[in-house]
């Protein structure tokens, strides 16, 4: 069974750094997508950040220069290395995660795509 369970969220000043980060289990080795999605208050969730088994990276343009999704394999952890945060990054932010045997060259950044969901971590970017 697919587990993610996020934490790092932080409130932080505008311009800041945090770094979240998403423990896996239950993945086989390289058969994964794990995106990043975040949903602000009264807005739709939105996926942002993904990555595949074989490297291939995936970013929106809200957060693609300041943002960097990573996976650390021996611990079996999914990073986000977020800069040069914005008020607009203000959200609670989530992992998820597929067991996918097919070849994404760019890792699908849509909700319906994902089944496994942590419970979120908290974001707040203060101007």
């Known amino acids: 069974q697919v587990q993610v369970m996020e934490s790092g969220g932080d409130s932080v000043q505008a311009g800041g750094s945090l770094r979240l980060s998403c423990v896996v289990s239950?993945?086989?080795?390289?058969?994964?997508?794990l995106p990043w999605f975040r949903r602000a208050p009264g807005k739709e969730r939105e996926g942002f950040a993904a990555?595949?088994?074989?490297?291939?990276?995936n970013y929106a343009n809200s957060v693609k220069g300041r943002f960097t999704i990573s996976i650390d394999f021996v611990k079996n952890t999914l990073y986000l290395q977020m800069n040069a945060l914005k008020p607009e990054d203000t959200a609670m932010y989530y992992c998820?995660?597929?067991?996918?045997?097919?070849?994404?060259?760019?890792?699908?950044?849509?909700?319906?795509?994902?089944?496994?969901w942590g419970l979120g971590t908290q974001v707040t970017v203060s101007s």
């Open positions: 239950g993945l086989s080795y390289s058969h994964f997508l």
């Open positions: 990555v595949g088994g074989v490297g291939s990276t």
């Open positions: 998820a995660a597929k067991e996918s045997y097919a070849y994404y060259a760019v890792p699908p950044l849509g909700a319906d795509e994902y089944t496994n």
